[in-house]
């Protein structure tokens, strides 16, 4: 089964949107298979947003990030790195699709709420990232016949 990193940002957390974000992806199907709800250090950071390290809205990013507690989760499902990118919706919310968290919750681009791993090498460097193995969970839920042939 594919994993993918989900990150309820700062905002997504300071707006009470957790348990909403959380069912999109339970309704959709996708297994929860880790969790946490963190204060993100600047070494975390700098590493998790370590590809935008040169442009010069890096500083904004990691300081974005450690401003609040995040919401660290691993979904699992078939094709969950990319369906997960279409329940996230496009960066900027402003042309996010309704039905997105995005288009449905966001304001601005600079507070989109969510971050979803764009490819499933990332998602496993990401994953790897903000979580040890024995923090995930390897397990089958009952409705799993229901949902996969």
């Given at each position: 089964m594919e994993r993918t990193f989900i990150a309820i940002k700062p905002d997504g957390v300071q707006r009470g949107l957790v348990g909403d974000i959380i069912k999109r992806f339970e309704t959709k199907g996708?297994?929860?298979?880790?969790?946490?709800?963190?204060?993100?250090?600047?070494e975390l950071a700098e590493a998790h947003y370590g590809v935008h390290r040169e442009r010069p809205f890096f500083g904004s990013l990691?300081?974005?990030?450690?401003?609040?507690?995040?919401?660290?989760?691993?979904?699992?499902?078939d094709g969950v790195v990319a369906?997960?990118?279409?329940?996230?919706?496009?960066?900027?919310?402003?042309?996010a699709a309704p039905g997105t968290i995005r288009g449905d919750y966001g304001v601005s681009i600079g507070r989109n709420l969510i971050h979803g791993s764009d490819a499933i090498e990332t998602a496993?460097?990401?994953i790897a990232l903000?979580?040890?193995?024995?923090?995930?969970?390897?397990?089958?839920?009952?409705?799993?016949?229901?949902?996969?042939?």
């Open positions: 996708f297994t929860l298979v880790g969790l946490k709800l963190l204060n993100v250090s600047r990691v300081d974005f990030i450690t401003s609040s507690p995040v919401v660290a989760m691993v979904w699992e499902g369906s997960a990118r279409n329940i996230i919706g496009a960066t900027n919310p402003l042309t496993q460097t990401e903000w979580f040890k193995p024995e923090e995930l969970a390897n397990w089958s839920p009952t409705i799993a016949p229901w949902l996969y042939e």
